[in-house]
C-alpha cells in the first residue's frame, strides 16, 4: 500500500485489512500479563545482580553457574505460565492470512510459539529453550529445567551456554534479515510492550515513519519508541480489539 495513496485510516483498520503485510514488533510487555517480569520496573536483579550484568559474557566467562541458575529460573518460570490474550490475538490474526505476519520478538520465551503461532517467530534476542556450544556454536533445543552439572555439547564435549543475545553480543544474521525483509514488505508495523530501552524497536519504527509506513504502538507507558499512534493500554486487553476483526 503506497503512502501516496494511503486513504486515512484508524490502527484497527490498517490492521484487519487482510491484504496489508505486517511487521510486528514485540517486548517483554506482552508477556506481563503472563507473569513473566519486565526487565525495566519488576525483573530488574536477581540475587542481588542487575540482568545487564547476568546477560554479558564475561560474566558467564566468570561465573558460569551463576548464569545458568539465572536462566534455569527464568525457565522455571516461563514453565509454569502460559499465553495471554496478546499472544492468542496475533496468532489469530495469522491465522486468518497466513503468511501475512512477520513475528520478531525480542523475547526469549516460547509464549507466542504456545498461544498457536504457526508461522516463523524470529527470536530477535535468542531462545531461553535453547544451549549453544562454546566450542562451534551449534545450537540444540533443550528444556531441562535443572542442571545437576553444567551442561556439556553433545557435539563436542565442550560447555554449553544459553543460546541468548547477550549485551555487547550481535545479534544473529538471519534474524537481523528476516527483520529486514519483514520490514521491506510492510504496509503497517505494530510495536508491542517495549520500553526503548534497547535500540532494536527504536531503529525498526524509525526506519518504518522514514518509509511512511503505518506505524503502531502499544505500550502501558510513553517511549522513545517513535509511532503514528501510540495506544496506551495493557496488550491483553488492546490487542484482541485491535486485532479482532473488522
Ligand atoms: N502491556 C503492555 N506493555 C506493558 C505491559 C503490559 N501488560 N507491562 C509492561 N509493559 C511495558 C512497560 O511499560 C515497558 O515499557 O513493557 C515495556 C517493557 O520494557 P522492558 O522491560 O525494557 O523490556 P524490553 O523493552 O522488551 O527490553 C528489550 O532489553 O534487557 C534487554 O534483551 C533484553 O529483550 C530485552 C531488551
Redesign the pocket.
Known sequence: MESSTRKAVTPKEALNDLENKILVI?????S??SGVP????T?ETWQGRH??EL?NPVTFAAEPRLIWDWYLYRRNVVAVRGPNP?HVAIAERARRVPGSITLVT???DDLHEQAGYTDHVTH??GSLWHNRCTACGLEREERSLAYADLPLSPCCGALERPA??W?DESVSTEAFCRTQIGLMSADVVLI???????W??VQYAGLAMSRGILTIM????Q?RVPSHYFLQ??????LPELLGGA
Open positions: 514485540t517486548g517483554a510487555g506482552i506481563a500479563e519486565t526487565f525495566r520496573g525483573g540482568f545487564t546477560a496478546a525480542m523475547n526469549v530477535y534476542h541468548i543475545v549485551f508491542v510492550g517495549t520500553s526503548g530501552a534497547v532494536t524497536a502499544v505500550n502501558l507507558e517511549t493500554g495493557k496488550a491483553g486487553e488492546v
